[in-house]
């Protein structure tokens, strides 16, 4: 299963970012989201239970998990 789709006892996720703005500017959170996994190979999972426009994590330089303050990478 590809690396942005995790499961735990719970069932299977994903970490998808959530905008806060604050007075210092845009915050990013990762928070969970259950999904169902439709179909998967080694490259690429098709899954229900985001939304259009869902950011979802698919790599990261250090561990995240639901709660975890993040930084987008620059596009470029």
Do not use: H
Request: proline content about 4%; charged content about 20%; hydrophobic content about 40%.
């Amino acid at each position: 299963m590809p690396a942005a789709v995790r499961s735990d006892s719970n069932g299977s996720f994903v970490l998808a970012v959530v905008v806060k703005s604050s007075p210092l500017g845009n915050r990013y959170t990762a928070t969970r989201v259950d999904v169902k996994v439709l179909a998967s190979d080694d490259t690429m999972s098709a899954v229900s239970g985001l939304s259009q426009g869902d950011f979802v994590i698919t790599t990261s330089t250090k561990p995240i998990e639901a709660g975890t303050l993040v930084r987008l990478a620059e596009n470029g």
